[in-house]
């Protein structure tokens, strides 16, 4: 047992030190001494597709370890000037698709999905987010397009635009409602819309076909 336990510690500490001479190596003498902070509520979506909120300056050294190719930016804010020479040093594209974050007014009628928008009012009472549809599907091309990861998605806070348009990604792959709907709250919490949630539901992907269902297969 002493052995085994001896042999296992050998095998694991060989492992450290692959992965520590895998990140140093994918970073420069300037930030290697710096901290690889994530940005808010970062995570993996799909292989070579992550989504956070807003990245700041103590995020840069760790958005470098992901070598991305595009970021897709979800609010109508002009990107700062330190991201975009953080973009511009390390030939990141950006893909800027502002969507407003503040909620819709309320309307006196249920009202219907169209191509600009949402206006809708649930059981509630609770207004609809005008999120445009065409807006949504044009930031999923850029998702879908294998040329432009890895990629990160991101809005301010990585809550309800990005949670809205990582759930239609998932309607893509063929997930149940619910299994969407789970993923949504866990970034949103207490902050979860079912306006959101209703917009995703309610979301046409029957022109968006041939898709793959997953890139965790495919060749890099």
């Given amino acids: 047992m002493q ?8 095998q694991e500490t060989q492992m450290c030190r692959k992965i520590q001479l895998t990140i140093s190596d994918h970073t420069s003498d300037d930030d290697a001494d710096d901290p690889f902070i994530p940005p808010l509520n970062f995570a ?5 597709i992550f ?14 370890t992901l070598r991305l190719r595009s970021i897709i ?21 950006l893909f800027h698709f502002g969507i407003e974050g503040h909620k819709a ?27 445009p549809e065409d807006t949504i599907r044009e930031a999923l091309k850029v998702v879908l397009d294998v040329r432009n990861h890895p990629v990160i998605i991101h809005c301010k806070r990585g809550k309800h635009r990005t949670g809205c ?25 207490a902050k979860a819309r079912v306006s959101d949630q209703r917009f995703v539901e309610l979301f ?10 997953t890139f965790s297969c495919l060749k890099r």
């Fill in 3 to 10: 052995v085994a336990a001896e042999l296992q510690y050998q």
């Fill in 44 to 48: 993996m979506v799909d292989n070579g």
């Fill in 51 to 64: 989504r956070s909120g807003f990245p700041e300056p103590s995020n840069f050294s760790f958005l470098k």
């Fill in 73 to 93: 930016y979800l609010c109508p804010e002009p990107y700062p000037e330190a991201n975009i020479d953080f973009l511009k040093s390390n030939g990141i594209k």
């Fill in 105 to 131: 007014l309320l309307m006196p009628t249920s009202g219907s999905i169209s191509g600009n928008g949402v206006g809708l009012l649930n059981g509630n009472g609770e207004p609809f987010v005008n999120i």
């Fill in 165 to 189: 348009l990582v759930g239609c990604y998932r309607k893509l792959q063929k997930w149940c409602l619910s299994s969407v709907f789970d993923e949504y709250q866990r970034f949103a919490a």
């Fill in 204 to 213: 046409d992907i029957s022109n968006l076909k041939h898709l793959p269902i």
